[in-house]
């Protein structure tokens, strides 16, 4: 039991190492649209699909092409592209109409919040979810060959234990958005940094999974 717990927390620190950092850059863009709690749930959507695809393929069981996992790294290039396009709009706009733009944010906020439906499926938590599927696309290749290895026991300590590591790695992404030269680069230059680090982590993860090979 230990040794299948240490080399759980092992195996989930040597491929998540970086995505501490991702998580800061979305805990430093916390609005009123992006809530703290929608990165927190959507990282955990994303990356419990991650070992619900591994645990699958390890028996056999997935109807996925796991080797093609990597084609997600578009989903970050489009968002930051997205994102870009946002920040050069917001830009142009007057004081005025962002301030009339605002007032009809929080408006539809409120209806938003009468939706239970809307809550559940909602885009930021989405956003966060296919992000956290793209950049750990890799993953794949180092829990599924662990997997096929574990017993149904084995699989029960990992699952709890990739739990409590993704927890513990949002409450760190956002200790570091709040380090105030962190906090300072990118409240300042969000509007470049921002789209560039998730186009940079969509063409790292479409470099790194072979798929343009």
């Given amino acids: 039991m230990l040794t299948t717990i240490m080399t759980s927390i092992l195996s989930f620190i040597g491929t998540n190492i970086d995505d501490t950092f991702v998580l800061a850059v979305w805990f430093s863009q916390v609005d009123a649209s992006l809530r703290r709690r929608d990165i927190v749930i959507g990282q955990f959507i994303g990356f419990e699909i991650l070992v619900l695809v591994s645990v699958l393929a390890a028996y056999g069981l997935s109807f996925l092409p796991t080797e093609q996992v990597g084609w997600l790294g578009v989903v970050p290039i489009v968002l930051g592209i997205r994102k870009w396009l946002q920040y050069r709009h917001q830009l142009i706009e007057t004081h005025e109409t962002a301030h009339v733009k605002t007032k009809l944010n929080q408006e539809l906020k409120v209806e938003r919040h009468k939706s239970g439906l809307r809550k559940l499926f909602k885009p930021e938590i989405l956003a966060v979810s296919l992000i956290t599927i793209s950049n750990g696309a890799g993953n794949l290749t180092v829990y599924i060959p662990l997997f096929t290895e574990y017993t149904v026991a084995d699989l029960g300590i990992t699952v709890l234990v990739f739990s409590l590591m993704t927890g513990l790695w949002c ?3 956002y200790q570091i958005a709040n380090l105030p030269i ?32």
């Fill in 171 to 173: 409450y760190i992404g």
């Fill in 182 to 213: 962190i906090k300072d680069k990118l409240e300042h230059s969000k509007q470049i940094l921002i789209p560039i680090i998730f186009i940079a982590i969509g063409v790292y993860v479409l470099i790194e999974s072979g798929v343009l090979g």
